[in-house]
């Protein structure tokens, strides 16, 4: 499950890109500035928001030992700053003074690319703030912009759809049409890229809008996009089947990015807020390989993994019990309410309730897995997949007749949560609904 845990309302205006290190998140926005956030409580940093360009900031990024973050803007600057304090540490004037509308550090941090609405790409030495190298795209404008990950060469994507490799002497390696309507993002995943030969691979489907924004996971296991249709969607990299679709934001996703070490993902959108999703363990094992898939959702799981289960269930307190009893995967599933008060001495009925409770979602979860139903794709009242679903005020999707009988049994809390309903009424999710449909016409044929 990916459940939302934060939403930062801070901007006065469109929220532009986000971007991690290992212990902040940056924003930036139409509103001209950057924020910066700890990922310990997100509370905004004394020295945010940053403030030098006097046109919309299009993109920030961090170098990766998260010391200097990087923004770049309408104004034809890139500007350089000091996470530890906010100060300014260099201002880069693109050639010509055109916009910029990407930037990204190097792998090893020695160089940053930058590129405009004029074509041109520039790479600047990270230590002296000098630019070294400087090239064009033929058409269009420069959009996205991403290194491989040992940074010998680099991509970027321009507004006319060209997609075009570097090297990192700044020589075009390859260019070809990538996209008829132009390329708004690009990323590598982690995987060692050797050469750099573009070949097709697939088509991620799932969004109804034009897609504005993409980023793999740290580890390569997922993929996130957002989209003019408001929605996210979390794709399994390996099977290339959707793992959720989180649809919260109220206008277009312009951004995302992943945490780099810990389970969170960061979307903003033109609704001017930043949301902010943790991932659960079992989500993390569904991102993995179909071989890694059967292993963590069978009786194949380890004492660890059991471990790491409770932990992610709130169940931290019963792991010791657990590893003195040596429950592995097979003997987690078989758990009963005797095995668990007889064998494992559980005193608290409503600890044992609980444990068994969870245990029959994963059984649940385990059965959805094997029958290919995206886990967002079912009720979490139900169990079953949604046929009309809709979105309550807690934020989570429900089948709409389940989750009216829940209300009317006089339940005003979350099914989710457990907290109180701000409110009773039931909003269509229209964009879910789509995804659901567009899924059965694929897997029901």
Known sequence: MVK????????????????FSSSLLATCSLDKTIRLYSLIDFTELPYSPLKFHTYAVHCCCFSPSG??????????????????????LAVMQQPGGSPVRVCRFSPDSTCLASGAADGTVV??????????????VKDGSLMACA???????????????????WDDKMRCLHSEKAHDLGITCCDFSSQPVSGFELKYKSILSGHCAPVLACAFSHDGQMLVSGS???SVIIYNTNTQNILHT?????????????????????TGSMDKTVNIWQFDQETHCQAKSMEDQLKQFTEDWSEEDVSMWLCAQGLKDLVGIFKTNNI??????????ESLADDLKIESLGLRSKVLRKIEELRTKVKSLSSGIPDEFICPITRELMKDPVIASDG???????????????????????????????TPNRTLKMAINRWLETHQK
């Open 4 to 19: 939302l845990i934060h939403t930062l309302a801070d901007h006065g205006d469109d929220v532009n890109c986000c971007a």
């Open 228 to 230: 003019v249709d408001k």
């Open 147 to 165: 290194f491989s990950p040992n940074g010998n060469l680099f991509v970027t994507g321009s507004s006319c759809g060209d997609l075009t490799v």
């Open 123 to 136: 790479l600047w030495n990270a230590q002296s703030y000098k630019s070294y190298r400087c090239s064009s």
């Open 67 to 88: 010391h200097i973050l990087a923004s770049c803007s309408t104004d034809g600057t890139t500007v350089l700053w000091s996470t530890q304090n906010g100060q300014t």
């Open 246 to 266: 989180l649809t919260q934001h109220t206008r277009y996703v312009t951004t995302c990015a992943f945490a780099p070490n810990t389970l969170l993902l960061a």
């Open 328 to 337: 592995d995967g097979k003997e987690l599933l078989s758990l009963t309410k």
């Open 396 to 426: 989570y999707s429900y089948e709409k007749e389940a989750m009216e009988n829940w209300i009317s049994k006089k339940k005003r809390t979350s099914p989710m949560t457990n907290l109180v309903l701000p409110s009773v009424v039931l």
